[in-house]
């Protein structure tokens, strides 16, 4: 799929997955990240979380801008917050700098016929989750308005579903994605909240 490549594109393999609208915040104390971050501020240019895992360095990863320098220490370490803004393929390794770099692809989403059914769903889905972990209720406007990656950047789902969603192309299949991560989400807070009462009241089932 044609895309945007850019080429010694700054990265950072971490053991994490960042996604568009995330916010991460990241201790930075190597050197050659070091190095890295001050040329991002410098240039206010981005740079790519990408998952290294044991089966080594995954090629979907997320760009990363810096939304705010929180510390700076005197031995050189800085401790920032970026955000994620868009989902790149790592086509591959450069080593001309003195930290990570590789040529990456910014893709491009496929054309596709927005679905409201699988966009109602999600959001309806998402609304209960929050409304179960936080007892908030979001307004319908704000609801109405948040992409699949939105709503997801808010939930700590694990690494494999997070880079299962930056895999996807289609905002439709994404949206189905985190339908049913957000269900399955609720369904484990239910299963907690009622272990909790059954390990208040002695393994006895109350009622009133």
């Known amino acids: 799929m044609p895309g945007d490549v850019q080429h010694q594109f700054p990265l950072f393999p971490l053991g994490m997955v960042a996604l568009p609208n995330e916010l991460v915040p990241l201790h930075i104390f190597e050197e050659r990240y070091r190095t890295m971050i001050a040329q991002c501020l410098e240039g206010e240019g981005e740079f790519g979380i990408v998952w290294s895992g044991d089966d080594g360095l995954r090629t979907a990863g997320c760009a990363m801008r810096i939304e705010q320098v929180l510390e700076r220490f005197d031995d050189g370490r800085v401790n920032i917050l970026t955000r994620g803004t868009r989902v790149f393929e ?23 016929d927005a679905d409201a059914d699988a966009a109602a769903a999600a959001h309806e889905a998402y609304a209960e989750l929050v409304r179960e972990a936080t007892e908030k209720e979001l307004e319908r406007d704000e ?35 985190v339908t049913r991560l957000f269900r399955a989400a609720t369904k484990r807070l239910d299963f907690i909240e009622r272990a909790q009462v059954r390990a208040k009241s002695n393994g006895k089932v109350r009622f009133g």
């Open 90 to 112: 790592l086509l591959e390794r450069t080593a001309d700098v003195p930290y990570p770099t590789g040529d990456v692809r910014f893709e491009e989403e496929e054309p596709e």
């Open 143 to 177: 609801l109405d308005a948040m992409d699949a990656y939105e709503m997801a950047a808010t939930v700590d789902f694990g690494l494999e579903a997070k880079q299962a969603l930056l895999e996807l192309r289609s905002e439709n299949a994404r949206l189905r994605l």
